[in-house]
C-alpha cells in the first residue's frame, strides 16, 4: 500500500481560506490522499501540546504522518562538538514524532565540506553508529524509523548506494528516497523503468527484501553542472527537468513497493500528490 501527499501547506490549501495545521487532516482526506510530512527543517518548534493535539486529528482521518528534520543536521561534520548537535536534533524530533504519532524521520546526512566524497561518507557511517546508540540510550517506546534522504547536489553525502550503506547498519534505517535528487545528482538520469528499477535493485544488495517498504519524495527539480538547482512545477517545465512518475508508478507496482510518496512541489504539493495518485492507480 502507498500513502500519498504533501509537505506542508500549499497555495491551493490557502486559496481555500486554511490557516492551520488542525485543518490539515480534513484537507487531505476531502482530496482522497493519506499521508502528509510536518516540516521542522528551520527547527523543532512545535510545543508538545500542539504535537498531541495534532496527532490526535490526522490519526482520526488515519493519515500517516512523518517528519522532516532540521537541514543543519550534518553528520559528516569532522568537528565532534557539531555530531552532538545533529544527535540532538534528532532525538528531539523523535521526541515530538512520538508525541504526534509520526513513524518517520527524514534527514540529509551530510554536507561534503571540504572532504573527498569517500571521507565524508565514512564519517557518516561512524556518526550514524553513535547516533543508534545515543537513541537506544533514551529507551524510547514507540515504533520509529530514521531514513537519510538521497540527495540532489554533489556538495551532498546520500547517493544511492551511500543511503542503502547507511540503512544496513541498522532495521530501524530506512531510505528515503528522493527521485528528483537522484536524477538531479545523475544530470538526467531517471527516464526509463530500468532506470528506476536499478534504484530498488541497488538498495536489495545492501538491506535485502526490506527495500519493499521505503518513504520517497517525488517532485520535478531543476540541475545543473552541480546538480540539483530548485524545485519545478510539474506542470510548467518547459526544460523537462524531470523525472517523470509514470515509469516510476509501474515500477512501484512491479517491485511491491510500500510506504509514503511525498510531494515537495512549489506552491502545489496536493494537487500534484492527487495527479501522482490517480496515475498510480492506473498503472
Ligand atoms: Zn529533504
Known amino acids: 500500500m502507498i500513502n500519498f501527499g504533501p509537505s506542508g501547506f500549499c497555495e ?21 490522499l493519506s499521508a502528509y510530512e510536518i516540516s521542522f527543517t528551520n527547527g523543532i518548534n512545535m510545543s508538545d501540546e500542539k504535537c498531541v493535539l495534532l496527532g490526535k486529528l490526522f490519526a482520526e482521518k488515519n493519515i500517516t504522518l512523518s517528519v522532516h528534520g532540521p537541514y543543519y543536521i550534518n553528520f559528516a561534520n569532522p568537528d565532534p562538538t557539531m ?16 508525541l504526534l504519532g509520526a513513524k518517520r524521520l527524514v534527514f540529509h546526512p551530510g554536507a561534503l565540506m571540504k572532504q573527498s566524497r569517500e571521507e565524508a561518507h565514512a564519517r557518516v557511517m ?3 553508529k553513535l547516533l543508534m546508540e545515543r537513541i537506544d540510550d533514551q529507551h524510547f517506546d514507540f515504533d520509529f524509523q530514521i531514513c537519510p534522504e538521497t540527495m540532489g547536489k554533489h556538495g551532498q553525502c546520500g547517493t544511492v548506494a551511500e543511503v542503502a550503506e547507511m540503512c544496513s547498519l541498522d ?14 545528482f545523475g544530470q538526467g538520469s531517471l527516464v526509463t523503468e530500468q532506470d528506476f528499477a536499478n534504484v530498488f535493485d ?31 512545477l510539474a506542470d510548467n517545465n518547459p526544460q523537462n527537468f524531470g523525472p517523470d512518475f509514470e515509469p516510476l508508478a509501474k515500477v512501484l507496482k512491479d517491485y511491491e513497493i510500500s510506504g509514503e510518496i511525498i510531494s515537495e512541489s512549489p506552491g502545489h504539493q496536493t494537487r500534484e500528490s492527487v495527479d501522482m495518485m490517480k496515475i498510480y492507480q492506473n498503472a
Open 12 to 32: 491551493d490549501f490557502a486559496a481555500a481560506g486554511h490557516k492551520k495545521s488542525e485543518e490539515m487532516p480534513e484537507w487531505l482526506e476531502s482530496h482522497g
Open 83 to 98: 555530531i552532538e548537535k545533529s544527535i540532538g536534533y534528532i532525538i528531539n524530533s523523535l521526541k515530538k514524532m512520538k
Open 126 to 128: 561512524s556518526n550514524l
Open 171 to 184: 532495521k530501524r534505517i530506512v531510505p528515503t528516497l528522493d527521485f528528483g535528487h537522484i536524477n538531479s
Open 202 to 232: 541497488t538498495l536489495k544488495m545492501y538491506i535485502g527484501e526490506r527495500y519493499h517498504d521505503v518513504h520517497i519524495h517525488f517532485t520535478h527539480i531543476e540541475y545543473g553542472p552541480k546538480g540539483e538547482v530548485k524545485h519545478v
